[in-house]
């Protein structure tokens, strides 16, 4: 590739030092205890087929094995990459898990006691463009692999990344298979969150471009899932930094959602929204954030993790149908204050003027929410830890309690929320 000057720019292939000696492979373990006390006459279904009960507990271990191969050299490298899941029950039991449980497997009315799922991608590289097909996990803002949970999600398709262009990132991509963070098995349909409807496939295309103006960033994706909605998307991240360690941000995410093809999910046509500004000194971030949804339905989306709304939170996504939502949250670097490693945040978030009045035929059935002047909050606490030195040195710990409140017409859950995870990281290569 020839820059404007007419100077060669190296591109990532030059460097590839072989399918051996490039590779890397990584070990990750991650041990979660959660507990969900529902409150205010909020129950669920257990996986045991009980109704009305209150008190849902899952516990589990989960180990996860990364291998990335180098390139082989010359113009056009080759490669591949691979990994390994499972887990195992740590006394989760099916009169306590939900009837969809959060971390551990089911079959029937029965919890796992173990669980897993390999698969692998292969890969090509020219210059700086790379392309991998098969089973991988995917970040964009409208097609995202999420790991919130114990293991990650992942997909089946292909995708290409390209980064000849200085300053320019370019992804499209197209896949037809999913496995959800609990799943056995790879090549699942994909599912819409909020419609409960499945399809065969996703396709996108975008880029995320470092602009001339300094610390700014935009970026802009459209995908079509297949047969029930196009979404376009549009961010930027700007950051203006001030003097004495202090900074403020700014950070924009918009989504257009509309049906198409047989629109299995019904009519949809929504503009969803959030904007977060954050004031930085020194250890201490403060930030107020606000998201706003247009439209009869919720803002949906694909996989669990394909929402970069700024007040997608633990326990609600305060993405309902013509919501308003705000959110005041501060987090602070505890390094230099208490101890190294340590940092906590708390946030608040409000939302109101929820309308589930005018749901399509398709939400009104699978959600079962009803009514106008929806409105809840939600309170999250996070602390985390990470060991600096020693035998443990990388363990990170974390604990996190939330608290989610409603009214009737907003239809989600009143509960509380504890989390307690350890994670301990190894590169093996």
């Given amino acids: 590739m020839l820059c404007a000057s007419g100077g060669a720019v190296a591109g990532a292939q030059d460097d590839a030092k072989g399918f051996i000696e490039g590779a890397a492979f990584h070990m990750q373990n991650r041990m979660l205890l959660e507990q969900l006390n529902y409150q205010k006459g909020s129950s669920f279904r257990a996986a045991s087929g009980q109704r ?3 008190l849902a507990r899952e516990s589990a271990y989960g180990l996860m094995l990364n291998y990335e191969s180098g390139y082989t050299q010359g113009v056009l490298g080759l490669g591949l990459d691979a990994h390994a899941y499972g887990a195992v029950n740590l006394g989760t039991q099916a009169e306590h898990a939900r009837a969809t449980p959060r971390y551990v497997a089911k079959d029937g009315q029965e919890i796992a006691d173990s669980f897993g799922r390999a698969g692998a991608a292969l890969k090509a590289r020219i210059s700086s463009t790379e392309l991998k097909v098969g089973e991988m996990r995917t970040k964009t803002p409208i097609f995202s692999s999420s790991d919130t949970r114990l293991l990650p ?13 200085p300053t320019l990132t370019l992804q499209a991509g197209r896949f037809t298979g999913w496995a959800d963070r609990n799943a056995r098995k790879n090549g699942a349909d994909l599912l819409g969150n909020y419609s409960g409807v499945t399809s065969g496939s996703f396709s996108f295309v975008g880029a995320a471009w470092n602009t001339p103006v300094p610390h700014l960033t935009l970026s802009s994706y459209y995908g079509q899932y297949a047969d029930n909605w196009n979404t376009a998307y549009l961010g930027s991240f700007y950051k203006l930094p001030l003097s004495d360690k202090r900074a403020l941000s700014f950070n924009l995410n918009l989504y257009r959602s509309t049906d198409t093809g047989r629109a299995r999910s019904g009519e949809i046509d929504t503009t969803t929204w959030s ?11 403060l930030g107020l954030g606000y998201q706003k949804v247009n439209g009869n339905n919720p803002f949906d989306y694909v996989n ?24 005041l949250k ?18 608040y978030t409000r939302g ?27 309170r999250d606490l ?8 020693g035998v443990a040195k990388h363990l990170n710990l974390q604990l996190r309690y939330g608290v989610h409140r409603t009214n009737k017409a907003q239809g989600e859950a009143n509960m509380n929320q504890l989390r307690l995870q350890a994670e301990l990281p190894f590169k093996i290569l």
């Fill in 52 to 54: 009305g009960q209150t």
């Fill in 153 to 165: 999600e992942s997909n089946r398709g292909w995708q290409v990344i390209s980064r000849d262009i």
């Fill in 275 to 285: 904007l977060m500004s954050s004031y930085v000194a020194g250890a201490h971030r």
């Fill in 304 to 327: 669990r993790g394909s929402i970069w709304l700024e007040n997608a939170m633990q326990l609600s996504d305060f993405n309902g149908p013509r919501e308003a939502s705000w959110q």
């Fill in 330 to 347: 501060y987090d602070v670097d505890l390094s230099s204050i208490a101890t190294p490693g340590l940092s906590a945040g708390v946030a």
């Fill in 352 to 378: 109101s003027g929820i309308d589930n009045s005018r749901l399509n035929a398709v939400y009104a059935s699978y959600l079962g929410y009803s009514g106008t002047q929806g409105k809840h909050w939600e």
């Fill in 382 to 389: 996070l602390l985390r830890y990470t060991v600096q030195h």
